[in-house]
């Protein structure tokens, strides 16, 4: 069974602070998968990330993939209320069709 | 388009009962994932069906069960309910299945509270 680690599990900051959030295996992904949550609805994908080192950009949001592909790292530039929301990292191994997902962040932006 | 749609939305049932949950996926798309979200566990994988077919099945007791009809509508049954069977029951829909290359889209999922 594939195990992905996120941390924190809850942060709680104000609006404008910066914040990282981490998502961890002990196994190599072939790819990887950042989704936001918010209440009474279902994830909704935000980026896909495939190729070590690599780095992609969602407006104020950063996605990380590390170059060995066992971790994952999203940063939230000036973060606003409107990024509340329980933030899920999810990964695919080998050719497999099963998608596993991490235990989420659970984000609170403070006005 | 219209999105993933999942019917009911809130449920409550009786321990020993049997619930059925539907899932009605984006139109042209084939495959339809099912997965359960609980707070101490999170979101864990239940199955996946493309062409009326069982492609994957994750870790959960025979009591869940579920089918693909031919216009990849999905429904899942869980019978013997137990207490521990109270989550967010989400549906996904996919062109191809789950993969990298393939966007997932999730339903609002379906309530379900055990007494």
């Known amino acids: 069974t594939q195990l992905l680690e996120q941390s924190p599990q809850f942060l709680s900051i104000q609006e404008g602070e910066n914040l990282t959030v981490y998502c961890n295996s002990s196994s190599v992904f072939s790819s990887l998968q950042w989704y936001r949550q918010e209440p009474g609805e279902g994830p909704v994908l935000l980026v896909t990330v495939v190729t070590g080192g690599e780095v992609k950009k969602l407006k104020r949001l950063t996605f990380q993939f590390g170059d060995a592909r066992k971790d994952s790292s999203l940063h939230i530039t000036a973060a606003q209320p409107g990024d509340t929301g329980l933030y899920l990292c999810a990964g695919f191994w080998g050719s497999a069709r099963q998608l596993t997902f991490g235990s989420g962040t659970q984000l609170t932006v403070l006005p | 388009k219209a999105g993933v749609t999942q019917t009911p939305r809130y449920l409550i049932k009786t321990r020993g009962q049997q619930v059925t949950l539907s899932c009605s996926p984006i139109?042209?798309?084939?495959?339809v994932s099912w997965y359960q979200q609980t707070p101490g566990q999170g979101l864990q994988f239940l199955f996946e069906?493309?062409?009326?077919?069982?492609?994957n099945k994750g870790n959960f007791p025979g009591r869940f069960s579920g089918r693909q009809f031919s216009n990849s509508r999905s429904e899942m049954n869980v019978s013997t309910l137990e207490l521990g069977d109270s989550a967010l029951y989400l549906c996904?829909?996919?062109?191809?299945?789950?993969?990298?290359?393939?966007?997932?889209?999730f339903g609002e999922g379906s309530w379900l509270t055990v007494v």
């Open positions: 996904a829909s996919s062109l191809e299945g789950p993969s990298s290359g393939n966007t997932i889209y």
């Open positions: 069906y493309f062409s009326e077919t069982q492609r």
């Open positions: 139109s042209g798309h084939r495959s």
